[in-house]
C-alpha cells in the first residue's frame, strides 16, 4: 500500500520560510515522479513543483520559479519543498504527490497524472 504522509506546515509571516516535507512509503520501484500541489477554497488544485527522483530537470509553477525548491531524499523516502519569501497568496492547502510510472509522458503538472496523493497539509502567510 502506498502512503504519503506530508508534515511542515504552519504559519509564518510574508517574506518567511517554510520546508513541507512528504514521507513516501510503498513503492516497490526504485525511481518514482512526484509533486507538489496547493489547493485553496473553490479553485482547483495547481500544481506546485514537479520531480523525477531518478534525474533531470525539476520543474516548476512561474510563481514558484526563484523561491521554491523541490528535492528528494532516496534513502529516506521524504519528498522535501523549502519554500522561501512566502506571499500571502501561498496561503493554501499542499498536497505531495506521486506515481511510479511516467503515465507516457503526460505533463507534471497535471493532477490527474498522480495515482497517490497525501492527507494535505496548511501553509497560511499572514501579510
Known amino acids: 500500500q502506498v502512503l504519503l504522509r506530508e508534515s511542515g506546515g504552519g504559519s509564518v509571516q510574508a517574506g518567511g520560510s517554510l520546508t513541507l516535507s512528504c514521507i513516501i512509503t510503498?513503492?516497490?520501484?526504485?525511481?518514482?515522479?512526484a509533486a507538489w500541489f496547493r489547493q485553496v477554497p473553490g479553485n482547483e488544485r495547481e500544481a506546485v513543483a514537479g520531480?523525477?527522483?531518478?534525474?533531470?530537470?525539476?520543474n516548476y509553477a512561474d510563481f514558484a520559479k526563484g523561491r521554491f525548491t523541490i528535492s528528494h531524499d532516496n534513502a529516506k523516502n521524504t519528498l522535501y519543498l523549502q519554500m522561501t519569501d512566502l506571499k500571502p497568496e501561498d496561503t493554501a492547502t499542499h498536497y505531495c504527490?506521486?506515481?511510479?510510472?511516467?503515465?507516457?509522458?503526460?505533463?507534471?503538472?497535471?493532477?490527474?497524472?498522480?495515482?497517490?496523493w497525501g492527507q494535505g497539509i496548511e501553509v497560511t502567510v499572514s501579510p
Open positions: 504527490a506521486a506515481d511510479r510510472t511516467s503515465k507516457f509522458g503526460a505533463p507534471w503538472h497535471r493532477a490527474g497524472r498522480y495515482s497517490a
Open positions: 510503498g513503492y516497490t520501484t526504485r525511481t518514482i515522479y
Open positions: 520531480i523525477y527522483t531518478g534525474g533531470g530537470a525539476n
